[in-house]
T-cell receptor, first 115, second 112 residues
Framework: KAGVTQTPRYLIKTRGQQVTLSCSPI?????VSWYQQTPGQGLQFLFE???????NKGNFPGRFSGRQFSNSRSEMNVSTLELGDSALYLC??????????????FGAGSRLTVL | DQQVKQNSPSLSVQEGRISILNCDYT??????FLWYKKYPAEGPTFLIS?????DKNEDGRFTVFLNKSAKHLSLHIVPSQPGDSAVYFC???????????FGTGTRLKVLA
């Protein structure tokens, strides 16, 4: 079956602009999580959605937002981009996060560069 | 506050030998742990998991050990192969939090 699909794969923006990233989870997966990866910082949790509801949010400013649609597809938005937002943004899906015993399946990521 | 720590940024091992990657955590509520491997320009790939009710889980060349009293887990790869060269992340989750906390990763280089 198809994996987690993230679009776009690469994008370049300038400071002050906004960006929207898209994620299509594995068919049947209802939970979608977003992570930011920067050098030396590992993967930082942004937020998690299940059935269109945000169930948890990481320690990021309000410029970072997301949503999930009824078909489980998800988008995240970053407004008023800053240079420090340059990172690899990873989306992961899982069947159900109500149990801790759920493996995250990641997409290939969207590489954002802010100039 | 980094709740999951991988204190070794890099590790080099000869092909055929054992690779041991370590991970420490501070939150005693964590009850499920995952290891991921990541190649450049790709998303992380799941390797192996362990629940807090176990102290060992094995899958082929990969074995994960969990020491709850020390809040420490380790991933053993035996034998190591050049294709294992990648960045390895450990991750931990507590029931009901709907998120995994990841370590900063260890870059493994397996020398042929």
């Amino acid at each position: 079956k198809a994996g987690v699909t993230q679009t776009p794969r690469y994008l370049i923006k300038t400071r002050g602009q906004q960006v929207t990233l898209s994620c299509s989870p594995i068919s049947g997966h209802r939970s979608v999580s977003w992570y930011q990866q920067t050098p030396g910082q590992g993967l930082q949790f942004l937020f998690e959605y299940f059935s269109e509801t945000q169930r948890n949010k990481g320690n990021f400013p309000g410029r970072f937002s997301g949503r999930q649609f009824s078909n489980s597809r998800s988008e995240m938005n970053v407004s008023t981009l800053e240079l420090g937002d340059s990172a690899l943004y990873l989306c992961a899906s899982s069947f159900d996060k109500l149990s801790a015993a759920n493996v995250l399946t990641f997409g290939a990521g969207s590489r954002l560069t802010v100039l | 506050d980094q709740q999951v720590k991988q204190n070794s940024p890099s590790l080099s091992v000869q092909e055929g030998r054992i690779s041991i990657l370590n991970c420490d955590y501070t939150n005693s509520m964590f009850d499920y742990f995952l290891w991921y491997k990541k190649y450049p320009a790709e998303g992380p790939t799941f390797l192996i998991s362990i629940s807090s009710i176990k102290d060992k889980n094995e899958d082929g060349r990969f074995t994960v050990f969990l020491n709850k009293s020390a809040k420490h887990l380790s991933l053993h790869i035996v034998p190591s192969q050049p294709g294992d060269s990648a960045v390895y992340f450990c991750a931990a989750s507590a029931f009901g939090t709907y998120k995994y906390i990841f370590g900063t990763g260890t870059r493994l280089k397996v020398l042929a």
